[in-house]
Structures are given as C-alpha cells and as structure tokens.
C-alpha cells in the first residue's frame, strides 16, 4: 500500500539518485589514471558533487536518469576525481620530502 505512506516514494527516488550517482563517480574512477579515496562511498560523493558542478557548468544538457543529467554529471565527477587525485599526489609528495 504505496499510497499510505507518500515518504517512501521520495525515499525511493533518493535512493535511485543515490544509486545513479554512484554508478557515474565508479565510471569516472575507472575512466581516470589512478583511484578514488574512500571506495564506494567516495566514488558516490565524486557522483553526486560532480552532477552538481556539470549542472553549474553545463546546464540541462542530455538525457536525464532518476533526478541526475548523465552527461554534465559524468564530466563534473570527471573533474572532481581529477582534482582528488591531484590533490592527493600532492600531498603525498609533499609529506615525502618534509
């Protein structure tokens, strides 16, 4: 009885973007030179703050799959993940020489 309880369709729908998210930031991760921090959960947050900073960037551009554009959020977490791994080299080399 899906119709007693309106909070679970939101929930599943959150829970599909979730899903989606992840499955773009994996993408990304397996795309790019290197890997993501924090496994599932960090490829998931590349997914969704990508989708946010394409969708800034790029507008309502391509076809949409559970609430998340899959073009601009593919290039957006393609971005994030590349900063994370500058980032990370970085840091790394930096506590290497000191």
């Known amino acids: 009885m899906w119709w007693a309880c309106p909070f679970a369709f939101h929930l599943l729908g959150l829970l599909l973007m979730l899903i989606m998210a992840g499955l773009i930031g994996a993408l990304a991760d397996a795309v790019m030179p290197g890997r993501l921090p ?56 930096s506590g290497a020489a000191g």
């Open 38 to 93: 924090g496994g599932w959960l960090g490829a998931t947050l590349a997914g969704l703050v990508g989708s946010w900073l394409g969708a800034l960037i790029l507008g309502r551009l391509g076809p949409s799959l559970f609430g998340i554009r899959v073009l601009p959020a593919f290039l957006g977490a393609l971005a994030v993940a590349f900063l994370v791994a500058f980032l990370s080299r970085r840091n790394t080399e």
